[in-house]
């Protein structure tokens, strides 16, 4: 069986696809990803793709979460701490989106791959 080499972004926690166990790792890696309350829901468990997809609209929702507070957290504050206290918040947010942009990536690869498409290198 040929060895797969995921493509960059990959998340470390995962195993590459046709790795033993790879999408129980997948798996586990979703739910540390999702509120813990996904754990409770038997059909989340059940079907890793389905899974993949609540993964990836959570992962989404935080981003726009994080975008909308980048665009008001300056009006937010301004009368209530001061600016440098402000713009840490500013760049607590900045390093946020951009941890969500990286594991937006990593979640859509590991979906991709549940769904069967595999990434080949290219020179």
Request: hydrophobic fraction near 45%; glycine fraction near 4%; charge should be positive.
């Amino acid at each position: 069986m040929p060895t797969y080499a995921p493509p960059p972004g990959w998340p470390r926690e995962v195993r590459p696809p046709e790795a033993p166990d790879w999408e129980a790792t997948a798996a586990s890696w979703f739910l540390d990803l999702c509120p813990a309350e996904y754990r409770r829901y038997p059909g989340l468990r059940r079907h890793v793709v389905v899974l993949a997809r609540f993964a990836v609209l959570h992962v989404e929702a935080q981003q726009a979460a994080c975008r909308r507070g980048l665009s008001q957290i300056r009006s937010d504050l301004k009368d209530v701490a001061a600016l440098e206290v402000v713009e840490a918040a500013v760049q607590t947010f900045q390093l946020d989106e951009a941890r969500l942009l990286a594991t937006r990536r990593a979640v859509g690869l590991v979906e991709d791959a549940l769904r069967g498409r595999r990434y080949v290198a290219r020179l």
